[in-house]
């Protein structure tokens, strides 16, 4: 299994490096060119909203994607360290905003990638998103 780790400042400039990083791991890792657009797109969506809710949060840690080489498949995983809300909780105006981008922006990222989980709590998120690979061409003797 072989793992990229990128870190960003929370920064929306840095967004297009991760999206351009994560297609060309995606594009040697066996993920069919087809799809490249869409691990571009899911990627960035994942970033921005990364990004986003450390900025709302003014955390000054950096955005983590890991881009994981398995066997059949291709992952990217992309963390925060932001304090999610627990769902049904009190707020005002600004925060059912919030949670309206938010549901959203993932709404926008299933909608890419048929194989996504995500997971958050107080000490930040996670959203997992995987492609099948084609197997390596093997050179021929």
């Known amino acids: 299994m072989a793992t990229v780790e990128l870190r960003f400042s929370a920064l929306p400039e840095h967004v297009r490096t991760a999206r351009l990083v994560a297609a060309a791991v995606a594009r040697r890792a066996g993920v069919d060119e087809a799809v490249l657009d869409e691990v571009r797109l899911a990627v960035g969506e994942a970033c921005s ?8 949060v ?3 840690a950096p955005v ?11 992952s990217i995983e992309v963390g925060d360290e932001a304090p999610h809300a627990v769902m049904g909780a009190a707020g005002g105006p600004a925060a059912e905003a ?15 990638v048929d194989d996504v989980e995500v997971t958050a709590d107080e000490d930040g998120g996670l959203i997992r998103m995987t492609w099948p690979t084609a197997p390596a061409d093997l050179p021929t003797s």
């Open 98 to 112: 919030e949670a309206e981008e938010d549901e959203m922006g993932l709404a926008v990222i299933s909608g890419l």
């Open 64 to 74: 983590t994607v890991a881009l994981i080489e398995e066997e059949k498949q291709f």
């Open 49 to 56: 909203r990364a990004v986003g809710l450390h900025r709302h």
């Open 58 to 60: 003014g955390i000054t």
